[in-house]
């Protein structure tokens, strides 16, 4: 770094310039991820990626206001979603929570916050607290304020039939996943004994955060203009997201062990390929 500054000769107005060599003080974030940062440009191994600059240079001006009209959508969102992708090592009820928190927030804004229209929900609270005594009304309407928003488990379920292309591919059982996360999250939340025994064990909450993140991945690039058939494409190419398939299918199942052959020859594909 260097400082420039200079003096005006007040006589022929001209400027002589200094270059003075300067120390820039600062603090690193998170210099662990730049060293892997570093690491992984170096070797050229690029897992994370969905896609390279070579896949959108034809559409890349659409796609970058798409991604800009979206992260003013979406802000909780990517805020979420990125924060564990640069700061990986932290604890995996961490991720989890941040990711579920991510699912419920793209759900609110851009899919639907309610269940029964207004007039509809209105009508109802009013017939509610029309059954119960006077000295009860006001502490049941605020237990119901926000009783017309989905449960955290009606929301998963949406999300997951909006994107079958994907979430066909990751989980067995839309319903059991829904709430099994739902549970998790209560848990990890609230810590409440009578919930562990319907806590994940660390394999299977592992699987719960690859399955999220990836499902958060897919309706990113909806946003950004994807169809179904191209975020399939940019997925099922990505070597995460095979082992994420892989894991969710039976090991006994031909397409688990097609996937497994798949994966093992994959390094050496590339290593002629580089050659």
Not at 68 to 89: A, C, G, Q, R, T
Not at 130 to 144: F, G, T
Not at 182 to 196: I, P, V
Not at 205 to 213: A, N, P, W
Request: proline share 4%; glycine share 2%; aromatic share 10%.
């Amino acid at each position: 770094f260097y400082s420039r500054h200079g003096d005006v000769d007040i006589v022929d107005s001209r400027r002589s310039l200094d270059e003075i060599p300067i120390q820039a003080i600062y603090k690193i974030y998170y210099p662990e991820r730049k060293k892997l940062d570093r690491l992984l440009f170096k070797h050229e191994i690029f897992f994370e990626m969905l896609f390279s600059l070579s896949d959108i240079k034809s559409d890349f001006s659409l796609i970058m206001q798409r991604w800009f009209n979206s992260v003013e959508k979406i802000d909780s969102v990517v805020n979420l979603f990125f924060s564990i992708k640069y700061k990986p090592d932290i604890y995996l009820e961490n991720k989890f929570l941040s990711l579920v928190q991510a699912v419920e927030s793209y759900h609110r804004r851009q899919i639907k916050n309610h269940v029964l229209t207004e007039d509809e929900h209105k009508e109802r609270i009013e017939r509610i607290l029309d059954s119960v005594p006077r000295d009860y009304k006001e502490w049941l309407k605020a237990k119901l304020q926000h009783s017309n928003e989905p449960t955290l488990k009606e929301r998963l379920i949406e999300l997951l039939e909006l994107i079958p292309e994907i979430t066909n591919q990751l989980i067995k059982d839309k319903e059991e996943f829904a709430t099994k996360v739902k549970n998790a999250r209560n848990y990890f939340t609230h810590y409440d004994e009578s919930l562990k025994k319907k806590a994940p064990q660390p394999e299977q909450l592992y699987q719960f955060i690859e399955s999220l993140s990836f499902i958060l991945q897919a309706c990113i690039l909806k946003e950004l203009g994807c169809t179904p058939e191209r975020c399939h494409q940019l997925l099922n190419r990505n070597e995460r997201y095979q082992k994420a398939v892989e894991r969710a299918i039976e090991p006994k199942t031909e397409m688990g062990k097609k996937l497994r052959e798949i994966r093992r020859q994959m390094p050496s594909k590339l290593k002629n390929n580089k050659g």
